[in-house]
């Protein structure tokens, strides 16, 4: 392991990787500080710049963006009370309270360094487990390849936003979408048309950014000319409160390690690893009255658990090759069109791949932390760039994104039709995660689903007859089970009311 | 119809706003759901048979898939009735400024149809213009200069560093 770790570090012997590393970070400042850009669609717009790029520049510079973006939500939640990312809601709560006592550059210290903190702690985290993980899974069969898949399609279509009726019905579109094309172990054209250009399937890339970049910008257009926001004076950046952050350890190493094991479960992610690290840490705090009203203990908990959240959702990632959250969906498509396939034979055949990944998250936190610190006052004032420019930036990039990935027009016809979609069904309270979690994962869960079958001749027993497969089902089936009955009764309780 | 709209959970159309209550969008998109799952099963009904025993063939996956999504597409049709009925207050889509979102929603599928005639870089300039007077920007300096810097940027990135032959 060391040895491979060695491989990783080494990959920074290239200026170039560096060059990735501090311009990852600083788009994903730029996107985490604006309200409604969040690191999925960053990540989406960031894939064209890669083409052509080696895949271990490319994939710095994404887990770079994928982190900043996390971070720099904070920034905004902290000085005009506007959370860039759903994550960083909770770091809102307490940072701009502190920020209206004047003590901004307090909170934007201790929130930048806590986030440090947070995936310094999880990648050593990440690092431990990913690979006995990796290995665990070589001894997996088709049949709990196939349940594994449907776990991590159940639980971030279950715990996604709105009904899990609706996350169901996101899997179902997904996973439709996955099956055109020509059928991968006959070679039959499936749902095609007779439109040859959709026989190796439909792209991933152009999906990826209609349904996450183009429908934002109709969102974009909803909300028209937006006015400026007061952004308020940041003061004592430089200054580190060092007795400050020496009181709040035990939060931010805790809330860290919350974080971690949260990041891991699919679909669970940043924000609700950065709820439940704010309730444990108010529910052990020693003056729990301050939450709410400028805790820095709140916004400790908040940002170390939701960055140490992004170290735990690259360990499915890697390891398993199944994505937990929307962003690293987003990623496994990035590393596809790098021809990487994340799984357990990454860290045997292409170890310098998550070797650099791992190494990328260490010596990324003092680069971040720097550029974090450094540019607060500019990240705060990102907040104000007009909607309208933003709106046509985000829809130039995608066009030319989307037809410089085949040098056609299809992928333009595929993004555009992928942006009206997934605008119209964000309205209809679809969420999009499990989509392009569904289309990602489709192949491989088709795959082994009928190689379980052929292996155990035709026989459907084999989803019932291994225990680990019969686990993996039923943590499937719960996924929606929970999340639904907890739902109706939330409804009822309503209903009891009115 | 009449009625939903006497009980105040139906269609509202104002200036600037377009809103819907929500179980009433969901079953119209539950219906299109269906229709759109419904031709997906039939086609994956029409699919070559298994070439063995032992295995499903082409059209056995999407099957199972389209059966189980159009049971979830039913229970979401079902829900969006049962709150329609049920006495707690529904929840409002809204589409706000319903003509600059319809506009940009033209313009972006124009520029899908003539990118490759128009070129990439003149397709930037103009409907970067364009999307950003739909999205509400007044500011000649502002509708100017932002598809120029766009323009430039894509030019020297994607042409020059990349070397992407765009149209």
Avoid at chain 1, 98 to 110: D, K, N, Y
Avoid at chain 1, 242 to 249: D, E, S
Avoid at chain 1, 256 to 270: E, K, Q, T
Avoid at chain 2, 32 to 61: E, M
Wanted: with cysteine; glycine share 12%; hydrophobic share 55%.
């Amino acid at each position: 392991m060391l040895a491979n770790l060695a491989l990783g570090f080494s990959a920074f012997g290239d200026p170039m990787v560096w060059g990735a590393l501090v311009f990852g970070a600083l788009v994903g400042y730029l996107i985490g500080a604006i309200p409604g850009l969040g690191p999925s669609l960053g990540v989406a717009l960031l894939i064209p710049f890669t083409y052509g790029v080696d895949p271990v520049v490319s994939i710095v510079g994404l887990v770079a963006l994928y982190a900043a973006a996390e971070y720099g939500g904070a920034i905004t939640a902290v000085l005009i009370n506007s959370p860039g990312t759903a994550a960083a809601v909770a770091t809102a709560w307490d940072g701009y309270p502190l920020t209206q006592q004047g003590r901004a550059g307090e909170a934007l210290t201790v929130s930048i360094i806590s986030s440090g903190v947070g995936i310094f702690v999880s990648t050593g985290l990440l690092i431990l487990t990913a690979v006995p993980l990796s290995e665990f899974a070589l001894n997996f069969g088709p049949g709990e390849y196939f349940g594994l898949a449907l776990v991590g399609l159940s639980l971030v279509a279950g715990l996604s936003d709105g009904s899990p009726i609706k996350g169901m019905v996101a899997m179902g579109i997904g996973l439709a979408m996955a099956t055109i094309g020509l059928d991968v172990q006959i070679g039959v054209p499936r749902f095609t048309g007779g439109n040859y250009e959709l026989f190796e399937g439909l792209p991933l890339v152009p999906v990826l950014l209609g349904l996450y970049a183009l429908s934002e910008v109709l969102f974009m257009i909803e909300e028209g000319a937006s006015a400026k926001i007061k952004s308020a004076a940041v003061g004592g950046l430089a200054s580190i409160p060092y007795k400050a952050v020496k009181g709040l350890k035990v939060v931010i190493v805790r809330s860290s390690l919350l974080g971690y094991v949260i990041g891991v479960i699919p679909g669970a992610g940043a924000s609700i690893a950065s709820f439940v690290s704010y309730a444990v840490t108010k529910r052990f705090s020693k003056k729990p009255e301050l939450f709410g009203k400028g805790s820095l203990e709140g916004v400790a908990a908040s940002e170390a658990a939701n960055n140490s959240a992004v170290a735990g959702a690259m360990a499915p990632l890697l390891a398993l090759g199944i994505p937990g959250s929307a962003t690293t969906a987003v990623m496994i498509g990035a590393l596809m069109v790098q021809g990487i396939q994340p799984g357990p034979l990454l860290f045997t055949r292409t170890p310098e791949i998550p070797y650099t990944v791992f190494a990328s998250l260490w010596i990324g936190v003092p680069v971040m932390i720097f550029i974090g610190l450094a540019g607060a006052r500019i990240w705060a004032k990102v907040a104000n760039i007009p909607r309208p420019a933003i709106a046509a930036i985000v829809a130039g990039i995608c066009y030319v994104g989307a037809y410089s990935s085949e040098t056609t027009m299809f992928p333009v016809h595929v993004m555009t039709a992928c942006g009206i979609m997934g605008y119209v069904l964000r309205k209809l309270g679809v969420p999009l995660a499990p989509i392009i979690l569904a289309m990602v994962l489709g192949e491989m869960m088709e795959t082994n689903f009928r190689r379980a079958l052929i292996s155990n001749q035709g026989e459907w027993d084999i989803f019932y007859t291994s225990p680990m497969t019969v686990i993996l089902l039923l943590i499937a089936l719960l996924a929606f089970a929970v999340p639904g009955i907890a739902a109706l009764r939330a409804r009822r309780a309503r209903a009891e009311k009115a | 119809m009449d009625d939903i709209l006497k009980n105040d959970k139906g269609w509202r159309f104002q200036l600037g706003l377009l809103r819907g209550a929500s179980p009433v969008i969901d079953l119209i998109g539950s219906v299109v759901l269906f229709g759109i799952f419904w031709v997906y099963l039939r086609s994956s009904l029409a699919l070559p048979p298994p070439l063995n025993d032992i295995d499903i063939g082409a059209g056995g996956f999407p099957r199972l898939l389209a059966l189980a999504t159009l049971v979830a597409i039913v229970a979401m049709a079902i829900s969006a009735i049962y709150r329609l009925l049920d006495r707690v207050p529904v929840s409002w889509v809204s589409v706000r400024r319903p003509v600059s979102v319809a506009l940009t929603t033209g313009l972006l599928i124009l520029q899908s149809v003539y990118f490759e005639q128009l070129g990439a870089l003149p397709c930037v300039l103009l409907f970067g213009l364009l999307t950003m007077l739909a999205c509400g920007e007044r500011r000649v300096l502002h509708l100017i200069g932002v598809p120029i810097a766009l323009a430039a940027f894509i030019y020297v990135v994607f042409v020059l560093a990349l070397h992407v032959n765009l149209p």
